[in-house]
C-alpha cells in the first residue's frame, strides 16, 4: 500500500506569493520526506473544466490519480483551488469509488467562512458537506473542529493539525528590541490600514493595493516572495489580525478559527506575535509566553509599550522550538502520520473528534 498527498502545480507568481498554495506545496514537500508520494496536478480552474466536459475532465482525473491503488491513502489537500464543485466531486468520488483508496481531506481553508460572516445553516454548502465525503477530515484546531460540527454539519470523524507550517532554512536577521509591527499579506488591505489605531510603526508586506499616501508611521515596504521575507523580520511582532471591513466579508470572523500561516511565518523568523483573544491559538501564545494576547486592536498600543526589554528577549528564547517545528514541517508530517494510523490502523488518539 502506497500513501499519497496531493501537490498543485502553479506558476512561479503565484506559487511565491499566494498564501494557499505555498501552504500546499509545503506540506507536500514535508509529508513526501516521511515515505509519502506526491501526486502532482495542475491548477485548473471552473470555466475551462465546465468548457471541456465531463468525458474530458474524467480523462484528467485518470491520467492524474491512476497510479493509486486499492487500498492506497490519499491526502487531499482541500480545497483543490479549482473553483469548481463539480470537479471537486469527481475527483474524490474517483479516488473512493474507482480507485478504491481511503481519502483523507487535509483542510486549509473553508471557503463560505471566508466568503460570509453570516450566523446560518452553512450544511447545504458544497465546502462544507463535501467533507464528509472523507474517511477522515484534518482540521486546523479544536475551534475549528467545533465550528465543522456545529455549524457546517460535518460528521467525518476529525483531527487538529494544531498549527501550519512554515517551511524555511535561510538565514535569519538578530532580533532587535523594537516597539513596531510587522504584517504579512498577499495584498494590503485598506480597511486593515483605516483599522488601525495607533503611531506604533508598522511595515507592510505585500503588494499595496493602490493604498495611495498614508501616515510616516505605515511602511509599505511591497511585495516578497515567501521565502525571501523571514530574513527581513528583524524585531519587533508579528501582527495576527484580519479587517473587519475586509473584502472578504466573513475574514475577520474566520480569523477566530484558522490556522493563519501569518502566525507560522513570524514563529519561523522568530519573532513575538500579537492576536486577539478570541483566536483559535490565544490562550497557547500566551500560556507560553510567545506573544501578546488582546481584546481589541484598540488595546494594541499599551500592550506593546507594556512589554520590557527583558520580557521581549524572554519571548525570542521561549520562541525557539516552536521556530524550529515549523520551519521542519513538523506539523504536516505528524498530522499525515496520525492520519495514516487512523484510517488504516484504527489507532486513535485524544485529539480524534467524531462527527455528531
Same mark, same amino acid.
Given at each position: 500500500?502506497?500513501?499519497?498527498?496531493?501537490?498543485?502545480?502553479?506558476?512561479?507568481?503565484?506559487?511565491?506569493?499566494?498564501?494557499?498554495?505555498?501552504?500546499?506545496?509545503?506540506?507536500?514537500?514535508?509529508?513526501?520526506?516521511?515515505?509519502?508520494?506526491?501526486?502532482?496536478?495542475?491548477?485548473?480552474?471552473?470555466?475551462?473544466?465546465?468548457?471541456?466536459?465531463?468525458?474530458? @475532465?474524467?480523462?484528467?482525473?485518470? %491520467?492524474? =490519480?491512476?497510479?493509486?491503488?486499492?487500498? #492506497?491513502? +490519499? !491526502?487531499?489537500?482541500?480545497?483543490?483551488?479549482?473553483?469548481?464543485?463539480?470537479?471537486?466531486?469527481?475527483?474524490?468520488?474517483?479516488?473512493?469509488?474507482?480507485?478504491?483508496?481511503?481519502?483523507?481531506?487535509?483542510?486549509?481553508?473553508?471557503?463560505?467562512?471566508?466568503?460570509?460572516?453570516?450566523? @446560518?445553516?452553512?450544511?447545504?454548502? %458544497?465546502? =462544507?458537506?463535501?467533507?464528509?465525503?472523507? #474517511?477522515? +477530515? !484534518?482540521?486546523?484546531?479544536?475551534?475549528?473542529?467545533?465550528?465543522?460540527?456545529?455549524?457546517?454539519?460535518?460528521?467525518?470523524?476529525?483531527?487538529?493539525?494544531?498549527?501550519?507550517?512554515?517551511?524555511?532554512?535561510?538565514?535569519?536577521?538578530?532580533?532587535?528590541?523594537?516597539?513596531?509591527?510587522?504584517?504579512?499579506?498577499?495584498?494590503?488591505?485598506?480597511?486593515?490600514?483605516?483599522?488601525?489605531?495607533?503611531?506604533?510603526?508598522?511595515?507592510?508586506?505585500?503588494?499595496?493595493?493602490?493604498?495611495?499616501?498614508?501616515?510616516?508611521?505605515?511602511?509599505?515596504?511591497?511585495?516578497?516572495?515567501?521565502?525571501?521575507?523571514?530574513?527581513?523580520?528583524?524585531?519587533?511582532?508579528?501582527?495576527?489580525?484580519?479587517?473587519?471591513?475586509?473584502?472578504?466579508?466573513?475574514?475577520?470572523?474566520?480569523?477566530?478559527?484558522?490556522?493563519?500561516?501569518?502566525?507560522?511565518?513570524?514563529?519561523?523568523?522568530?519573532?513575538?506575535?500579537?492576536?486577539?483573544?478570541?483566536?483559535?491559538?490565544?490562550?497557547?501564545?500566551?500560556?507560553?509566553?510567545?506573544?501578546?494576547?488582546?481584546?481589541?486592536?484598540?488595546?494594541?498600543?499599551?500592550?506593546?509599550?507594556?512589554?520590557?526589554?527583558?520580557?521581549?528577549?524572554?519571548?525570542?528564547?521561549?520562541?525557539?522550538?516552536?521556530?524550529?517545528?515549523?520551519?521542519?514541517?513538523?506539523?504536516?508530517?505528524?498530522?499525515?502520520?496520525?492520519?495514516?494510523?487512523?484510517?488504516?490502523?484504527?489507532?486513535?488518539?485524544?485529539?480524534?473528534?467524531?462527527?455528531?
Amino acid at each position: 500500500m502506497t500513501n499519497w498527498i496531493t501537490s498543485v502545480v502553479d506558476n512561479d507568481y503565484v506559487t511565491k506569493r499566494a498564501s494557499g498554495i505555498i501552504a500546499n506545496q509545503m506540506a507536500a514537500k514535508s509529508v513526501s520526506s516521511v515515505g509519502f508520494r506526491q501526486l502532482y496536478y495542475p491548477r485548473m480552474y471552473a470555466k475551462q473544466l465546465q468548457e471541456v466536459g465531463k468525458d474530458t @475532465r474524467r480523462e484528467y482525473l485518470e %491520467a492524474m =490519480l491512476g497510479s493509486v491503488l486499492p487500498g #492506497d491513502t +490519499v !491526502i487531499v489537500q482541500y480545497p483543490l483551488w479549482t473553483n469548481s464543485t463539480e470537479f471537486e466531486l469527481e475527483f474524490v468520488n474517483y479516488l473512493k469509488e474507482n480507485r478504491q483508496a481511503k481519502v483523507v481531506a487535509l483542510v486549509w481553508d473553508i471557503i463560505s467562512w471566508v466568503q460570509d460572516n453570516r450566523e @446560518r445553516d452553512y450544511t447545504g454548502d %458544497a465546502s =462544507l458537506w463535501m467533507l464528509n465525503k472523507y #474517511d477522515l +477530515v !484534518i482540521a486546523a484546531n479544536d475551534k475549528m473542529i467545533e465550528r465543522l460540527q456545529h455549524e457546517g454539519g460535518v460528521t467525518s470523524a476529525m483531527i487538529p493539525m494544531h498549527l501550519t507550517d512554515f517551511v524555511y532554512h535561510g538565514p535569519l536577521a538578530a532580533k532587535q528590541f523594537k516597539r513596531e509591527l510587522y504584517y504579512v499579506s498577499t495584498g494590503i488591505d485598506p480597511a486593515l490600514i483605516d483599522e488601525y489605531p495607533t503611531n506604533i510603526p508598522i511595515n507592510f508586506i505585500g503588494p499595496d493595493n493602490g493604498v495611495g499616501e498614508v501616515p510616516e508611521y505605515i511602511h509599505l515596504l511591497g511585495a516578497m516572495d515567501s521565502n525571501d521575507i523571514p530574513r527581513h523580520l528583524d524585531g519587533g511582532f508579528g501582527l495576527l489580525y484580519y479587517a473587519q471591513n475586509s473584502g472578504y466579508k466573513g475574514m475577520h470572523r474566520y480569523g477566530e478559527y484558522n490556522n493563519p500561516m501569518k502566525l507560522s511565518l513570524y514563529l519561523a523568523a522568530g519573532i513575538p506575535v500579537v492576536t486577539l483573544a478570541n483566536t483559535a491559538h490565544a490562550r497557547w501564545i500566551k500560556e507560553r509566553g510567545i506573544g501578546l494576547v488582546i481584546d481589541s486592536l484598540s488595546d494594541i498600543e499599551s500592550a506593546i509599550n507594556g512589554v520590557s526589554e527583558a520580557e521581549y528577549y524572554r519571548m525570542i528564547a521561549n520562541i525557539k522550538p516552536f521556530q524550529s517545528a515549523v520551519s521542519s514541517g513538523f506539523f504536516a508530517k505528524s498530522a499525515a502520520l496520525e492520519a495514516i494510523g487512523y484510517v488504516n490502523l484504527d489507532i486513535q488518539t485524544g485529539g480524534d473528534k467524531k462527527g455528531e
